[in-house]
């Protein structure tokens, strides 16, 4: 690193923890880059192993014009992709970032602007774990997506249920997500809570204020330091009393220069700046990169030289992510018809049914009726699809262990108990006559 990495840095830490002097100091500190005056500051555990910039998580909001692409790393160099941009080639912003590959992408609702660049990233980039929000997509580009996907089999497939992925010293919580009573995408997004120590960032796709008004309710709203704006900064997502819970100091506004949607709106333009200290918009300011350390400091960076660059850390494959990795790959049979069955479940098995299921994905072109249709375990712990149930074309249905209220793309076995075979185990599906018509063995 030269000093020259940090000139167009601005450093600033939550309101409520540190006095201004402190503040200035600081960037004092960073803007002449010694290390180790940092590294002391900070009180990171860095022990020689990382210098300041790697011990803090960096929330990188990359310039894709209309949509959203963000890129969170670690300190110990793990990388997750959340939305890949409305299609501009990612290449080079991620080249700049030494990404190699991404342990976990999220695709946070299937509209364009955030998963248009995605089936360039699965292709051109090694990728582990991918979410979405389980709704399938009738357009083009979400069918590339998972097209690509089901031939790139070593990427394991998660559903955004509750769940904490750890990407080394950085926790993910996956927050729960409404109930689909509409056909309102936005409101379906992928909700996540980043967090390193006491620095949190709120991440929610496209929520509008349905959406923010049930994650309050659901008090899964901490005080955070970051917020992406929802949905662009547009009128329907600018929510004071969410605001009033989120507290960020730094609000950045993913947007296209002069997009057609009016994004960001007056309204977001008026209110943001009355609950943060700080509000980037990356039509204005290019990439913003937000590091947050554990203490609950944070840096922004502005521009698309950026402090990460030179810093990428070959991630550490020996570091879990996530609990609740499947054991078995689909297996395509002759119905187009695909079983996995994701058996280990975070934690306790037993305590946690709903965190195992099975998945049957339907890889034709034609929707498939399973009305009547039981899926059941080597051990015989059946569940019959009730009448109306179809697997969609090119599409999938979750059948969760535990309890549960179905819709028409998840459906709960009802079982208080573990159902799956961590260890291995048969999931056979017969039809209504009571032919099987799909087996899985792991
Ligand atoms: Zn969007």
């Known amino acids: 690193m030269t000093p020259g990495d940090f000139t167009a840095a601005t450093v600033t830490e939550p309101r409520s923890s540190r006095s201004l002097k402190h503040v200035v100091s600081v960037a004092a500190l960073v803007s002449s880059a010694v290390l180790a005056a940092c590294s002391s500051i900070f009180g990171q555990d860095l022990d020689g192993r990382y210098d300041l910039v790697a011990a803090a998580v960096e929330v990188v909001f990359l310039d894709v014009g209309q949509g959203d692409a963000v890129v969170v790393r670690s300190p110990e160099g793990q990388t997750a992709l959340i939305d890949a941009g409305p299609g501009v080639d990612l290449s080079a912003a991620l080249n700049q970032l030494g990404i190699e590959q991404f342990d976990l992408v ?22 582990r774990f991918y979410m979405d929000n389980g709704q399938p997509h009738t357009t083009t580009t979400y069918l590339t997506v998972m097209q690509v996907l ?3 089999p070593e990427i394991t497939y998660l559903e ?6 750890q990407l080394g010293s950085v926790s ?37 204020q349905p959406e923010l008004q049930y994650f309050l309710q659901a008090g899964v709203v901490p005080d955070v330091t970051l917020l992406k704006a ?10 004071e009393p969410f605001l009033a819970a989120a507290r960020p100091e730094v609000v950045v506004i993913s947007v296209g220069f002069g997009n057609s949607y009016g994004h960001p709106s007056p309204s977001a333009l008026f209110t943001y700046p009355r609950y943060a200290n700080e509000v980037f918009r990356t039509d204005q300011h290019g990439q913003v990169t937000v590091s947050g350390y554990e203490d609950g400091t944070y840096k922004v960076t502005l521009g698309a030289t950026v402090v990460a660059q030179g810093r990428a850390r070959p991630s550490e494959p020996g570091i879990p992510l996530p609990a609740g990795a499947p054991v078995t790959r689909p297996q395509p049979v002759g119905t187009g018809i695909a ?23 339907n890889d034709s072109d034609r929707a498939l009726d399973i009305s009547g249709w039981t899926l059941c375990d080597a051990a015989r712990h059946c569940f019959t699809f009730p009448s109306g149930s179809r697997v969609p074309s ?12 179905s819709d028409r793309a998840r459906f709960f076995m009802g079982s208080g108990a573990a159902v799956w075979n961590n260890d291995g185990d048969t999931a056979t599906l017969y039809d209504r006559t009571g032919q099987a018509v799909a087996s899985h063995a792991y």
């Not at 955004?160 to 992925?165: D, F, G, I, Q």
Request: glycine share 10%.
């Open 106 to 127: 999220v695709a946070t609702h299937p509209h364009a602007d955030h998963i248009g660049g995605m089936w360039q990233v699965l292709q051109s980039v090694p990728v």
């Open 150 to 152: 089901r031939s790139r």
């Open 160 to 165: 955004a249920v509750p769940r904490t992925l």
């Open 172 to 208: 993910i919580e996956v927050l729960p997500l409404p109930p689909r009573a509409s056909s309102n995408l936005n409101n379906h997004s992928v909700g996540l809570v980043v967090r390193h120590g006491e620095f949190k960032a709120f991440l929610s796709g496209d929520s509008e």
């Open 230 to 239: 929802p949905h662009h900064g547009s009128d329907d997502a600018v929510s």
């Open 339 to 361: 079983i996995s069955v994701f058996a280990d479940a975070p934690g306790n098995d037993n305590q946690n049914a709903n965190g195992e299921y099975a998945m049957l994905s």
């Open 394 to 405: 090119e599409g999938m249905v979750i059948i969760y262990t535990g309890r549960g209220v």
